[in-house]
């Protein structure tokens, strides 16, 4: 069965740095997202992006996210400086594009600000 | 605002007992409804979904939810848990189109007691 798939598993990087984080969406899904859960909290959306543009956003979202689909297959999420409130775990999603809408959702990505 | 609530932050069953796991939520329209599992070190599986139709849905292992829009209601329940549902569900309502963000409760983590 088809399913997203996100690397790396786990991150760690300094505060200040830049990370990218990946992800392989379901082949023939049109829509793709971006959420985080930080520790002991609830699921957040980020940002949706269809035909190579940001569809809908958060208030999280803000200018040190961006996002991209550099090829055919990989859409990634970049935090250009990271913070210690970063920290969380960051799922991709992708969804197919027709009325009955369903989100699929990858493994995520811990990431570890310090 | 929109919300989800799931009332139940821990619930610990009996393995071969029932399980009922509650959500509410609060939709202007009427929204597209989810549960989802994460088990440790996984992603978020959908479970089942409700988009119309008959309030009843059936899902994957086992599980059935009921969608109850007088009671702005979306249960999951299980006649007879296994120790293998031991994980956090998360209950999620979207809107009727693709691209746009779900809104996640806060997870109830289930324990499953031999």
């Known amino acids: 069965e088809p399913e997203v798939t996100q690397t790396p598993s786990h991150q760690v990087t300094q505060m200040g740095q830049e990370v990218i984080l990946r992800c392989v969406p379901i082949?023939?899904?049109?829509?793709f997202y971006w959420y985080r859960q930080i520790l002991g909290q609830k699921v957040e959306f980020l940002v949706s992006?269809?035909?190579?543009?940001?569809?809908?956003k958060s208030e999280i979202f803000d200018d040190q996210f961006s996002v991209e689909r550099p090829d055919g297959s990989n859409f990634t999420l970049k935090i250009r400086s990271t913070k210690l409130e970063d920290s969380a775990m960051y799922f991709c999603?992708?969804?197919?594009?027709?009325?009955?809408?369903?989100?699929?959702f990858g493994p995520g990505t811990r990431l570890l600000v310090l | 605002a929109q919300s989800v609530t799931q009332p139940d932050i821990h619930i610990t069953v009996s393995e071969g007992a029932s399980l009922e796991l509650r959500c509410n939520y609060s939709?202007?329209?009427?929204?597209?409804l989810f549960w989802y599992v994460q088990s440790p070190g996984q992603g978020l599986q959908l479970l089942l979904k409700?988009?119309?139709?008959?309030?009843l849905v059936q899902g994957i292992k086992g599980f059935e939810a009921e969608f109850k829009r007088s009671q702005s209601s979306f249960n999951l329940r299980k006649p007879s848990v296994h120790w293998s549902d031991a994980a956090e569900y998360f209950c999620?309502?979207?809107?009727?189109?693709?691209?746009?963000?779900?809104?996640f409760g806060k997870g109830t983590t289930l324990s499953v007691s031999s």
């Open positions: 082949s023939n899904h049109l829509y």
């Open positions: 999620a309502v979207g809107p009727n189109q693709a691209g746009t963000a779900l809104i």
């Open positions: 992006f269809y035909n190579n543009e940001i569809s809908e």
């Open positions: 999603a992708s969804s197919e594009g027709s009325l009955s809408e369903t989100q699929y």
């Open positions: 939709y202007g329209a009427t929204p597209y």
């Open positions: 409700y988009f119309s139709g008959d309030t």
